[in-house]
Structure formats: C-alpha cells, structure tokens
C-alpha cells in the first residue's frame, strides 16, 4: 500500500534512530516545525528545516513544538532559535517542572549519557487543546507511558496522528522497568488503550517512515507491552542495552578499557546493575559489550568499541 501524499502545508523530514523525525507545518508565512532531533546532528536539523522553508516561498520558522522532552526530540530548539530569530518554543505543560529541574534521571540526559543543549520555553501546550497548524485542526493528546509528560497531534479531518514515540510503527519508545518507575508501564498502557478510539489513517511517528496500518501498529505494540509487562528484567536489560547502543551512536568509538569505569558512572547502568543484574563493573560492562555487539549496531575493533 502506498502512504497517502500530505496536504502542501504539511511536510514529514523523516530522520533516524539518533535524531526524532520533523514535521513541519505552514499558516501563511509562518511556519511551525515539531521536535528538532539530537544536538550533535544539529547540522542537518538547520540544512532540512531551510530546504523546507524554502520551498515554501522563504516562509519564516516561527515556532518550535516539543512532543516531549527526551534528548533526540529538543536537541535543536536553541540553536533553531539563535538561527530564527523571534520563533517561540511550545512544550507540554506537564513537562515543566522536569524542565525546571533540568536533567533529572527521568529526563534520560547525563543519567543515560545523552546530551542536549538547555533551552528556554515560550509557552506551553496541555492536553486537550486544538491547535490550528498547516491550516488544520489538531487536537493534543496526552501520551503518558514513554514519557509521563508527551502529548500527541490529532487531525481528525485530515485522519492523522502525529505520534511521536507512544507509538511507532513496530512498537514504541522504551518504557522504564516496574521497579523503577511503577505508574510508566500502566500510564503506556492507558495510552495504546486512548490513541485505539481514534479514526486514523496515517501516523508520523517520531522515528521510522509513515505508516497506514494503525490498528496493525497498535496491536504490536500492546503486545509488546504485555510481554514487557510480564518480565521487569527482560524491560531492564532491553533498556540498558539500547541506552548503550544509543550513547554508541552518537559517541561512534569508546576504548574498551574505559568501559568499567563507564558503567559505574552513567546513571542508568549503575542504578539498573545494582537494582536488577548485580554484577561487578567489570562483568556488566563485558555483558552489556556482548549484548550490544549482538544487535550489529556495535562492533569490536582492536581494543576498541565502535558503532556501525
Ligand atoms: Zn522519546
């Protein structure tokens, strides 16, 4: 099945698993663009964001929508903002106090050896809201699970979900461990169970292309869910490992022997090896290698970790 063609005011920068994926939406000559990738690749974010606006007649950047605060969705707001002057910054109201805290372990910045620039908010978006972007109505839907405070866009006349990492289309963001955060597995829950009674035709989520099959991606991802649901360890050793592999991607190299040292200092693999895997920083850290080099993302050079 072929994906449908977007309204002209609409368009879908797809990006990868490092940087979130961008829509951009037009009003006039304004032009909105949701979540703005990882920092490293800020580059990239600034050269796609132009093509974009230029192709739109030069229509100026005049506001930044977070989806949610993770490092891979905000990591371009401030250098977005340097370079367009005037454009405002939207996050969701239930993020703000984790953005006055900022960098706190639920964020998933230093704690899971992940940057980002820190960045001042404009204004906030609540659940339940409309918002008229690209000449169209979306409602905004909280999305609690992968992270407490995202939200969703909804076009219900144009039948599209804007759905950043609630839902993918083989599954969904990481979602912590019970035992870690008790209310994130339920809340992730809840929201497949929201996002079910909507009318969709077409998702954007967060990473990976655009998709049709929304009922299809649901069920996937619930039963994803009900497996992790069933297995905390099986969720803490998935959530170390791709939090490695994603450090190793923006990292590209790590000496081997710096790797015990690593382990007892990043957060996450300090507070989950002591919590579930119990093991010296030594063993978690040839385990956690192993693990990684086993997804093909991650191989062994030398004396050398490099990313593939
Ligand atoms: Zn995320």
Redesign the pocket.
């Known amino acids: 099945m072929t994906t449908p063609a977007l309204p002209a005011d609409i368009a879908f920068i797809e990006r990868d698993w490092l940087s979130?994926n961008h829509i951009m939406l037009r009003d006039g000559t304004g032009a909105t663009l949701i979540d703005t990738g990882y920092g490293k690749f800020n580059a990239v974010t600034l050269a796609r964001v132009a093509e974009t606006l230029d192709g739109w007649g030069g229509c100026e950047l005049e506001r930044i929508i977070n989806t949610?605060i993770?490092s891979?969705?905000i990591g371009g707001n401030a250098e977005l903002q340097r370079q367009h002057r005037g454009c405002s910054i939207a996050v969701p109201a239930a993020e703000q106090s984790a953005l006055v805290h900022w960098d706190s372990p639920e964020q998933m910045l230093s704690y899971a050896d992940q940057q980002a620039e820190r960045f001042a908010w404009d204004e906030v978006i609540d659940a339940g809201q409309t918002l008229r972007l690209g000449g169209e109505e979306w409602q905004t839907i909280a999305t609690p699970g992968?992270?407490m405070g995202?939200l969703v866009l909804y076009a219900p006349r144009l039948r599209i979900l804007i759905a950043?990492?609630a839902l993918w289309e083989h599954g969904m963001?990481f979602v912590p461990p019970q035992a870690i955060d008790a209310a994130a597995l339920p809340a992730q829950r809840a929201t497949l169970e929201r996002l079910a009674a909507l009318d969709v035709a077409l998702v954007i989520p967060?990473h990976g292309p655009m998709f049709t099959d929304f009922r299809g991606a649901l069920a996937r991802a619930m039963a994803k869910l009900e497996a992790l649901a069933a297995d905390d360890l099986r969720v803490a050793r998935s959530v170390v490992k791709g939090m490695f592999v994603y450090s190793m991607m923006w990292r590209e190299t790590m000496p081997r022997a710096e790797l015990p040292d690593y382990v007892a200092r990043v957060g996450v693999h300090r507070d989950y090896n002591a919590q579930f895997f119990r093991m010296s920083n030594e063993a978690y850290a040839e385990w956690l290698c192993a693990e990684a080099v086993k997804t093909g993302r991650v191989r062994i050079e030398g004396d050398r970790l490099v990313s593939v």
């Open positions: 979130a949610h993770h891979d969705h992968h992270d995202s950043a990492d963001g967060g």
